[in-house]
């Protein structure tokens, strides 16, 4: 990321050196030992703040809070007219839903934990324009935190490709089999033209033991082997071991550490 005013910010040669050093290996304590360098209390937390943004890949994030410091941006939640401003703004209705525009009975339905699973499958109207859009030849990613309705999106997209691509299959892979779970019965109750059918729900350990089991890892193995020197008995003993046990290389549970799938 370019920052035009870092000579005037740090006037130190080694220490601008230093800063630009900083990538994606960097850890929080070797961070923290180039900053200590930096007098200014405000910069040194934005330098900090900054990096650790950079790392995770949120370098919309880093940018926010660059133009913050320098005047050209401010936390809408502290200037009440402005937040209002931005809940109505075109270029947010892609990440924000506003509750306040809620029915009464959206909101009751909200809060009564009887009606979970019927919460679950209502779709909001900033939520539909997401759960429609083409996307084409790119991946997207829905980010929000927890109980912010990604999984609603999800559901009604799956039911919604299903209905658009007649007779293929819709995939939705998840990080547990608990969830999967979950995401199938939420599917059988809105698919009601039967397109769950076509939904298949699974953990991403069962999907990548399927993938495995399908194409086998033979030629793999026998790759690594061929590629690791005689000297290293060690790991030619393992991979010989793997290749003659290939059927257990996937399983439930680990037979030296007893640990299970769900551990």
């Not at 033991?209 to 690791?228: A, C, S, W």
């Amino acid at each position: 990321m370019h920052i035009p005013e870092l000579e005037e910010w740090i006037p130190q040669k080694k220490l601008k050196r230093d800063l630009l050093s900083i990538n994606q290996k960097t850890t929080d304590d070797e961070i923290e030992e180039i900053l200590e360098l930096i007098s200014n209390n405000e910069l040194h937390d934005l330098f900090f703040e900054v990096f650790i943004d950079l790392r995770e890949g949120n370098i919309e994030g880093a940018s926010v809070r660059i133009d913050k410091f320098r005047g050209n941006a401010c936390n809408i939640f502290e200037d009440p007219e402005l937040l209002e401003q931005s809940l109505e703004a075109n270029g947010n209705s892609d990440t924000i839903v506003d509750f306040g525009k809620m029915s009464k009975k959206e909101v009751e339905l909200l809060l009564d934990p009887q009606k979970f699973e019927e919460w679950m499958l209502f779709l909001h109207p900033d939520q539909k324009s997401i759960v429609e859009a083409t996307y084409p030849d790119r991946p997207v990613i829905l980010r929000g935190v927890s109980g912010s309705g990604k999984t609603v999106v999800l559901i009604h997209r799956a039911r919604a490709l299903a209905r658009k691509y007649k007779g293929e299959n819709i995939g939705i892979i998840t990080l547990n089999r608990d969830l999967a779970k979950l995401i199938e019965n939420l599917l059988a109750k809105l698919c009601v033209d039967g397109e769950e059918k076509f939904i298949k729900v699974q953990a991403y350990y069962d999907y990548f033991k399927e993938v495995i089991d399908f194409f086998g890892p033979e030629k793999y193995l026998d790759e690594m082997i061929n590629q690791t020197p005689e000297e290293n008995s060690g790991l030619l003993n393992i991979l010989s071991l793997a290749k003659q046990t290939k059927g257990s290389l996937i399983n439930e549970r680990c037979e030296r550490s007893g640990e299970t799938l769900e551990d």
